[in-house]
T-cell receptor, first 111, second 113 residues
Framework: GESVGLHLPTLSVQEGDNSIINCAYS??????FIWYKQESGKGPQFIIDIRSNMDKRQGQRVTVLLNKTVKHLSLQIAATQPGDSAVYFC??????????FGAGTQVVVTP | DVKVTQSSRYLVKRTGEKVFLECVQDMDHENMFWYRQDPGLGLRLIYF???????EKGDIPEGYSVSREKKERFSLILESASTNQTSMYLC????????????FGPGTRLTVL
């Protein structure tokens, strides 16, 4: 079946460096992609989204890149801070706004 | 701000008990969703509702049922809890139509003994 996956289960980043979290998707019909951040003991929190007719979108310290040719999505976090330590999920939408999630990447920010 | 609340943060039940998990959203969203989250498996969709009294099965509906009598409230029911239903349960809501994100509640960590 269709799936959304993440390349790396854990990413260790030094404080102040940039983080890049990757995601592969397989449903070429998806037209909307979302990145969520989940801190320990909390529900997923929306970070940024991108439509399939775009290849880049920027937010505050975050940038999402979409490469439809290779079905690849990435989240870049600039100047990573300790508060960025969390699990990050990518998700793609289907009918009725249903989301298909990847397993998640744990980002650990080290001092 | 969108607010999605869940009735309990932590819940401990015994095998065979009937369990109710409640979710309420305050943004008049049409769509509501129930997921469970397990280590290494990510979020898996149990059931969703696109409007009042409407429900659709997600990817893993077995052992669960839902109720949506009012727009703001979506209940997940475990008719007879089993140990393999020990999990984190997350509720989400979304405005109908367009590319709009789902907003999640804080989750209920359910342990079935």
């Amino acid at each position: 079946g269709e799936s959304v996956g993440l390349h790396l289960p854990t990413l260790s980043v030094q404080e102040g460096d940039n983080s890049i979290i990757n995601c592969a998707y397989s449903n070429s019909a998806s037209d909307y992609f979302i990145w969520y951040k989940q801190e320990s003991g909390k529900g997923p929190q929306f970070i940024i989204d991108i439509r399939s007719n775009m290849d880049k979108r920027q937010g505050q310290r975050v940038t999402v890149l979409l490469n439809k040719t290779v079905k690849h999505l990435s989240l870049q976090i600039a100047a990573t801070q300790p508060g960025d330590s969390a699990v990050y999920f990518c998700a793609e939408t289907g009918a009725w706004g249903k989301l298909q999630f990847g397993a998640g990447t744990q980002v650990v920010v080290t001092p | 701000d969108v607010k999605v609340t869940q009735s309990s943060r932590y819940l401990v039940k015994r095998t065979g008990e009937k369990v109710f998990l409640e979710c309420v959203q305050d943004m008049d969203h049409e769509n509501m969703f129930w997921y469970r989250q397990d280590p290494g498996l990510g979020l898996r969709l149990i059931y969703f509702s696109y409007d009042v009294k409407m429900k659709e099965k997600g990817d893993i509906p077995e052992g669960y049922s839902v109720s949506r009598e009012k727009k703001e409230r979506f209940s997940l029911i475990l008719e007879s809890a089993s140990t393999n239903q020990t999990s984190m349960y997350l509720c989400a809501s979304r405005r109908q139509g367009g590319a709009d994100t789902q907003y999640f509640g804080p989750g209920t960590r359910l342990t079935v003994l």
